[in-house]
Antibody, heavy 117, light 108 residues
Framework: EVQLVESGGGLVQPGGSLRVSCAAS????????MYWVRQAPGKGLEWVSA???????YYADSVRGRFTISRDNSRNTLFLQMNSLRPDDTAVYYC???????????WGRGTLVTVSS | SYVLTQPPSVSVAPGQTARITCGGN??????VHWYQQKPGQAPVLVVY???DRPSGIPERFSGSNSGKTATLTISRVEAGDEADYYC???????????FGTGTRVTVL
């Protein structure tokens, strides 16, 4: 079955770090475009980061310099390392896939990250 | 940065047609994609490249894009169509993926 399963969310203090993961099955992560999209409580969708098939990475202005996207081909898993977290980073973080680099055709169920003291 | 504007809400009776608009500067020159998100669930792609449907999406969902507005049309609306809908484009000038503000569809 083709699916994405996120994990690693939780409660973290402001200024802290957290790494969330996304395990893929049914397809090869390195052969497709992979993304992180987040949704703050009661708010809309916000694109966070992308990693293209060739390895190029892209970030939203709101997270550039603090977040790092990566993938482990041997584990077929996508990661998002989040540093210097702020309360406004609180959101459900979704992993998504694109067969092309302009829309998202498969989504995971998300993992909740809460930044609070 | 590029902005996509949607109406906050649309209400429609069962069996009628719902139209959700998405406005942006010169949006007709971009490929627009639409997602459905039901409460507590992940988004689902319902229309891509303005008017194409992924496999498994009913023909009742259709899209169009011209001029300053893209539109998602849901024909013969059912109770199960009640959800939030988001439009999305890729802004090649900034390498940013932009989502619309979202529209809540309520089935009366």
């Amino acid at each position: 079955e083709v699916q994405l399963v996120e994990s690693g969310g939780g409660l973290v203090q402001p200024g802290g770090s957290l790494r969330v993961s996304c395990a893929a099955s049914g397809f090869i992560v390195s052969s497709d475009y992979m993304y992180w999209v987040r949704q703050a409580p009661g708010k809309g969708l916000e694109w966070v980061s992308a990693i293209f098939t060739g390895g190029n990475t892209y970030y939203a202005d709101s997270v550039r310099g603090r977040f790092t996207i990566s993938r482990d081909n041997s584990r077929n898993t996508l990661f998002l390392q989040m540093n210097s977290l702020r309360p406004d980073d609180t959101a459900v973080y979704y992993c998504a896939r694109g067969k092309v680099n302009w829309y998202f055709d498969l989504w995971g169920r998300g993992t909740l990250v809460t930044v609070s003291s | 940065s590029y902005v996509l504007t949607q109406p906050p809400s649309v209400s429609v009776a069962p069996g009628q047609t719902a139209r959700i608009t998405c406005g942006g500067n010169n949006i007709g020159s971009k490929d627009v994609h639409w997602y459905q998100q039901k409460p507590g669930q992940a988004p689902v792609l319902v229309v891509y490249d303005d008017s194409d449907r992924p496999s498994g999406i009913p023909e009742r969902f259709s899209g169009s894009n011209s001029g300053k507005t893209a539109t998602l049309t849901i024909s013969r609306v059912e109770a199960g169509d009640e959800a939030d809908y988001y439009c999305q484009v890729w802004d090649s000038h900034s390498d940013n993926y932009v989502f619309g503000t979202g529209t809540r569809v309520t089935v009366l």
